[in-house]
């Protein structure tokens, strides 16, 4: 049995600080880094209002299509691949209309058809059972982890996880090499 890698988009294989970072910067004219986003709270993190972070959020409609990958992450995701079975387990942004029809032609774009397919869109990601979820976000692995504990969460290491304590990473290799070790282990069917 191939194990079954459910990877998340936001925050592993794809660059969204810097989208949010560049759409702050052109709505309210500040100017940001992703180490300053030091908590799941955006506007927190840069001093922003509700109304002020909302708006950042609907400029963003349409990063889903440029958004650039992070270095390594599209081979990392390739060659992880080919020894496991890879989903997409991704939330959509509810106030970008085009969310998902764009992240979906970026998967196109950069894995191929077959690969952009096994994609789950929804913020609820307990519900998808996996071997493995690698997310950016403690809660979605936490809650993940709740519903199956054949389940193994991994946190991809980011400035706005560090309080976290769950198993973190941040490189492509060795979640190659973790994954590959449970492949090569016997399983009691
Ligand atoms: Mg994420």
Known sequence: MKPRVLLDVDGVVGDFAAEFIKELYNEFGI?????????WDF???FGLTKGQEQ??????DGAAATMKPYPKA???VKKLATI?????????VKSAPRWCYDRTQWLIDLFGPAQARRVAY?????????HFLVDDKPQNLELWHEEGFHRTPIL???PWN???????MSDWGKLFEVVNRWASVPKVE
Do not use: H
């Not at 100017?31 to 908590?39: E, G, H, L, Q």
């Not at 560090?162 to 973190?168: A, C, G, I, Y």
């Open 162 to 168: 560090q309080d976290s304590k769950l198993p973190r």
């Open 74 to 76: 599209v081979e990392g």
């Open 55 to 60: 708006q950042v959020f609907r400029a963003m």
């Open 43 to 45: 506007g927190k993190s």
């Open 31 to 39: 100017r940001k880094t992703a180490a300053d986003n030091t908590s």
């Open 84 to 92: 496991s079975d890879v989903f997409f387990c991704t939330s959509p």
């Open 156 to 158: 991809w290491d980011q």
């Open 122 to 130: 929804t913020s609820e990601k307990y519900i998808v059972d996996g």
